[in-house]
């Protein structure tokens, strides 16, 4: 399996329902630094995995969505724990649509899988697969 990844950040505020959370169910801000890899079994006709250049720019572009936003405002998220977990499917899933409208270029239909991992920290992260 060949990938790539590229990387950007996204900086939010949340907070969350339940005492699982602690402190947490508090409104609090978050620094994600995100990785989004893209995966295919064999190379497309340039021999790359997918244009590094649109990766990266349309990761960006999902990305902006959620920069600086209160997730709890956001209607799209109303009543939903914007976990790590939960913010690395919705990314990935807003990179497939990407893919699957033409974003990524014609060779990125070849792509049988993306993963983005969003890093809570240095020691801590969380991340989602799904296929393409």
Do not use: C
């Not at 959620?66 to 990935?92: C, M, Q, W």
């Not at 033409?102 to 697969?129: C, D, F, N, Q, R």
């Amino acid at each position: 399996m060949f990938s790539i990844t590229v990387r950007d950040h996204v900086m939010v505020a949340h907070s969350f329902r339940g005492e699982v959370f602690g402190p947490a169910q508090r409104l609090h801000g978050a620094t994600f630094v995100v990785d989004a890899r893209f995966k295919r079994t064999d190379l497309d006709a340039d021999n790359i995995v997918v244009d590094i250049g649109l990766a990266t720019s349309e990761l960006g572009t999902v990305l902006a969505a959620l920069n600086y936003r209160n997730l709890d405002e956001v209607p799209e998220f109303e009543g939903v724990n914007t976990s790590t977990e939960f913010l690395a499917k919705h990314i990935a899933d807003r990179l497939a649509e990407r893919v699957h409208a033409g974003a990524l270029g014609e060779g990125a239909k070849g792509l049988s899988a993306i993963e983005v991992t969003l890093h809570e920290s240095h020691v801590a992260w969380a991340s989602y697969e799904r296929a393409l």
